[in-house]
T-cell receptor, first 111, second 116 residues
Framework: QKEVEQNSGPLSVPEGAIASLNCTYS??????FFWYRQYSGKSPELIMF????GDKEDGRFTAQLNKASQYVSLLIRDSQPSDSATYLC???????????FGAGTRLAVHP | GAVVSQHPSRVICKSGTSVKIECRSL??????MFWYRQFPKQSLMLMAT?????????EQGVEKDKFLINHASLTLSTLTVTSAHPEDSSFYIC????????????FGPGTRLLVL
């Protein structure tokens, strides 16, 4: 059973701080990794994807991938109240043609 | 780019009726579309994967005769909930993936179904 694990939270951070979201996965053969954001009552929206070990930056977001340790993380710099949402980690299952989603981490950014 | 639409956004129906939900990729050709269901405060649950022109692949525990999926073109997939019951009330979300976007899925806005 391929699994993606996330801490459900809530992760509470003050405005302006760095929020760090973590995700581990069980399938060592996974090659693609995604972070989605889902606001309450809305569908998920793609934040970014990463395929290679290391860091990938996009604006205030940085995804970090470590395949040897089987974890992927998302850093949000200068957190804003509008970043308050559930963040879903998803891992590509290669030949199975689908993404395996974690249950999500709820982030709360307070003023 | 990579816009996915769903229609309707919200539907209320009587128990025993059927409801059809459309999912369209607006600016790319979706070789694969996915249908998810999400109950309140729970995570996404993949129901089925559909490839254009072939039968959908259903996840374990999802009744294929109850949730009919058609992916007749590269831009349209439909999910029909047949003989809907109150326990089918949920948030149904589709996503689409094209050849040029490696495994990246783009989600539609979702359809909220309420069965009375």
């Amino acid at each position: 059973q391929k699994e993606v694990e996330q801490n459900s939270g809530p992760l509470s951070v003050p405005e302006g701080a760095i929020a760090s979201l973590n995700c581990t996965y069980s399938d060592r053969g996974s090659q693609s990794f995604f972070w989605y954001r889902q606001y309450s009552g809305k569908s998920p929206e793609l934040i970014m994807f990463i395929y290679s070990n290391g860091d990938k930056e996009d604006g205030r977001f940085t995804a970090q991938l470590n395949k040897a340790s089987q974890y992927v993380s998302l850093l949000i710099r200068d957190s804003q109240p509008s970043d308050s949402a559930t963040y879903l980690c998803a891992v590509g299952s290669g030949g199975y043609n689908k993404l395996i989603f974690g249950a999500g981490t709820r982030l709360a950014v307070h003023p | 780019g990579a816009v996915v639409s769903q229609h309707p956004s919200r539907v209320i129906c009587k128990s025993g009726t059927s409801v059809k939900i459309e999912c369209r990729s607006l600016d790319f050709q979706a070789t694969t579309m996915f249908w998810y269901r999400q109950f309140p405060k729970q995570s996404l649950m993949l129901m089925a994967t559909s490839n254009e022109g072939s039968k959908a692949t259903y996840e374990q525990g999802v009744e294929k005769d109850k949730f009919l999926i058609n992916h007749a073109s590269l831009t349209l997939s439909t999910l029909t909930v047949t003989s809907a019951h109150p326990e089918d009330s949920s948030f149904y979300i589709c996503s689409a993936r094209g050849e040029s976007v490696q495994e990246t899925q783009y989600f539609g806005p979702g359809t909220r179904l309420l069965v009375l």
